[in-house]
């Protein structure tokens, strides 16, 4: 597919905070963005967990949209304990209600110093609060001696939505409003992850809020892709008429759909077709103050 419009390097070091399980050998968790990609530990550039499993974290200091993820192992000695580590790209929406999407898993290989992994489907991305390398159990010491994200600053912040309806439902392939906004990102409808709406979907805000975005991931199976095209998204602000943010334009190989909203306020986000179709995920995000 070639690079996405408007990705770029992005410079980790200036970043909110890094942390990981504990620290030895004086491998603190921010030498991990130092802009210094030498795998030799002597050269004080690698990181070194002290309790199993290891786990290291970046956070952003806003919400980016990922691409991929670099990662720069050591080269001097214990290549392969890197062997089984797991990439995330998450999204904060509030404290213990994260969406996390795997980018990949480290597989070592001999000689390779350099591992790249790719975040979301079909070239699409993910957007991320953090990024997080981590081995999920086992005994297992996690070294970063570099670690490099790709991709571009998304405007606002993920609001919470307080409750979703929609307007029934497939008889034999069901598919409950709730499963849009489960912090699953997944479009393969057999993993009971997509809502299935026969007319509209609908996602309550806490509160009233200027709405920048509203990001749909579509299905990504083998079936039924664009029956997505043409769906309206409109907000609403309590009983006054919907505003029209726009529509979704469905093109072969695409699975996100960011529809701009340009800071309409409403409390009540709208998804409305003419006839069924398929939420894998919604997200929506606030527009930042000028």
């Not at 890094?18 to 030799?40: F, L, P, Y």
């Not at 050269?43 to 952003?60: D, E, I």
Request: with cysteine.
């Amino acid at each position: 597919y070639g690079n996405p419009v408007g990705m770029e390097q992005l410079n980790l070091s200036s970043f909110l905070k890094t942390e990981q399980t504990g620290t030895r050998w004086g491998g603190e968790s921010s030498r991990a963005v130092d802009g210094n990609i030498d795998g030799r530990y002597s050269a004080g550039s690698c990181t070194h967990t002290a309790h199993n499993p290891g786990k290291w974290r970046l956070y952003l200091k806003q919400n980016y949209r990922i691409f991929k993820v670099k990662i720069y192992n050591r080269k001097d000695c214990c290549q392969d304990q890197i062997d089984g580590a797991h990439v995330y790209a998450t999204l904060i929406h509030r404290i213990g209600h994260n969406r996390e999407v795997l980018c990949g898993k480290i597989k070592y290989e001999k000689n390779r110093d350099v591992y790249e992994l790719s975040c979301g489907s079909n070239n699409d991305g993910v957007i991320a609060t953090l990024i997080e390398v981590r081995f999920l159990h086992g005994r297992q010491v996690l070294t970063l001696c570099e670690v490099e994200g790709f991709g571009y600053k998304v405007p606002g912040n993920a609001l919470r939505i307080a409750s979703v309806n929609q307007q029934g439902t497939s008889k034999n392939y069901p598919g409950p409003a709730q499963r849009a906004v489960d912090l699953n990102i997944d479009g393969a409808f057999s993993r009971n992850s997509c809502a299935n709406p026969t007319g509209w979907w609908k996602a309550h805000l806490t509160k009233v809020s200027k709405i920048s975005q509203v990001i749909i991931y579509g299905r990504t199976d083998t079936c039924c892709m664009d029956r997505i095209n043409g769906a309206k998204v409109t907000i609403q602000e309590g009983s006054k008429s919907p505003q029209l943010c726009g529509h979704v334009k469905y093109t072969p190989g695409t699975s996100q759909f960011v529809i701009s909203c340009g800071g309409l306020s409403g409390n009540t986000i709208i998804i409305s077709h003419h006839k069924q179709f398929v939420l894998c995920e919604v997200e929506v995000f606030d527009a930042p103050e000028k």
